[in-house]
Nanobody
Framework: QVQLVESGGGLVQPGGSLRLACAAS????????MSWYRQAPGKERALVAS??????TYADSVKGRFTISRDNAKNTVYLQMNSLKPEDTAVYYC?????????????WGQGTLVTVSE
């Protein structure tokens, strides 16, 4: 089995910064793409940022403010969030495409809450 565990969420004031981390563990052969999604209250889950090898993509709403990166040796993906706005408030989920002995599968973390408020 594969587990993704997020950390780093919390309460921050507008204009502040947070760094999320997501560590994958278990019977991993190789990890493909790794991504961050978020789900705000009353809204659908949406892609925030994705990284495949060194290629990155971002939602328009976070471009220039958020940076996704990964440490392949640690099977960990990060999301550096700067200039946070109240509209960034959401539960942030980590996602990864992981190859195990049984093949390729999608895996999600449990989510970490980010609240941007005075």
């Amino acid at each position: 089995q594969v587990q993704l565990v997020e950390s780093g969420g919390g309460l921050v004031q507008p204009g502040g910064s947070l760094r999320l981390a997501c560590a994958a563990s278990g019977s991993i052969d190789r990890i493909g793409s790794m991504s961050w999604y978020r789900q705000a209250p009353g809204k659908e889950r949406a892609l925030v940022a994705s990284i495949v090898r060194s290629s990155t993509t971002y939602a328009d709403s976070v471009k220039g403010r958020f940076t996704i990166s990964r440490d392949n040796a640690k099977n960990t993906v990060y999301l550096q969030m700067n200039s946070l706005k109240p509209e960034d408030t959401a539960v942030y989920y980590c996602y990864a495409d992981v190859w195990t002995s049984t093949g390729l599968g999608p895996y999600w973390g449990q989510g970490t809450l980010v609240t941007v408020s005075e």
